[in-house]
């Protein structure tokens, strides 16, 4: 596999094909690379982009999200899903305001250490905001890479330290390209090298790919199932919270009761949001945001 080839290849064409998303123009601070990253987890693009317009107006800075209310926070995460990231969130901005004087760290080592903060989002925020040569590897990034270099459809379920490993052996030796080569290979992914329908014709790397070259074998591991959405708890949490959003104030518990068809996963629901931190009981039974 020539590296130099398929570098040259995909850094020419993300320079025309990249989306406009506004974390990354020149002027997004490295915070708001930090929120887009933790928002954008598990959560398509397009939802993401107003609420982090949203946020980053609202709190521009990490001491501007540490000052605020859980609660506050948690209702303007919206409908992003996965709401404790919300909380998460805050309490970086509390812990790049106390110990790095509000400023975000670019060292990988010290952003891991930020609640909530996983390597990945380490890395992703260490190349990103900062230009450095990191290892970024998310779902996007996986799919490419094994069908580009194995020849196969998707990659193991989880991350294997033979992909961090191959991911970091690609990685072009200069800070820049490295950082850029990150990005283009995620938005190759996501816009062409699709999970399940892939414009391969579409592809600069058409004629380097393993896959295509083999016959694009189809998947022959474990299936891969969607994950479901109705009747779960996670619809029954977020419908508890909306309620909570849109009443600006203690909700009575008669008032959750139809949340969800059977009452006691409304119970279960209830007591998870409790137990995450994301609703705080009152003694008349009611329920409020956190405060």
């Known amino acids: 596999m020539d590296a130099a080839v398929l570098h040259e290849r995909l850094l020419r ?6 989306r406009a998303l506004p974390w990354r123009t020149p002027d997004c601070s490295p915070w708001g690379v930090l929120v887009s990253e933790v928002m954008a987890q598990q959560t398509p693009v397009a939802r993401v982009a107003p609420v982090w317009s949203a946020w980053m107006e609202r709190w521009p800075t990490p001491a501007d999200l540490a000052a605020e209310a859980p609660g506050e926070v948690v209702r303007a995460w919206g409908r992003l899903g996965y709401p404790r990231r919300a909380l998460r969130l805050r309490e970086a901005a509390v812990a790049v ?58 990659p193991a379920p989880a991350l294997t330290a033979a992909e961090t490993r191959l991911a970091t052996a690609l990685l072009p030796e200069d800070e820049r390209d490295s950082s850029t080569w990150n990005v283009a290979v995620m938005e190759l992914g996501a816009l062409v090298c699709r999970a399940r ?41 977020g419908a508890v919270l909306q309620r909570l959003r849109d009443a600006h104030g203690a909700v009575a518990r008669t008032d959750l009761e139809d949340a969800g068809e059977d009452p006691a996963q409304v119970d279960r629901c209830i007591g998870s949001l409790v137990e995450d ?3 705080e009981p009152l003694a008349d039974d009611r329920y409020r945001l956190p405060a």
């Open 277 to 279: 931190g994301l609703l």
């Open 197 to 237: 329908t892939p414009q391969c014709d579409r592809c600069p790397l058409l004629d380097r790919c393993a896959w295509v070259r083999d016959g694009r074998p189809p998947h022959d591991g474990p299936a891969r199932r969607g994950q479901a959405w109705h009747g779960t708890d996670r619809q029954v949490r």
């Open 13 to 18: 064409w993300y320079a025309t094909h990249a």
């Open 97 to 154: 305001t106390e110990r790095h004087g509000g400023v975000v760290p670019a060292d990988e080592h010290a952003l891991r250490a930020l609640p909530g903060i996983g390597a990945y989002t380490a890395a992703a925020v260490a190349a990103f905001a900062f230009g450095r040569r990191a290892t970024v590897v998310d779902t996007n990034v996986r799919r490419v890479l094994v069908r580009v270099v194995e020849g196969r459809e998707y």
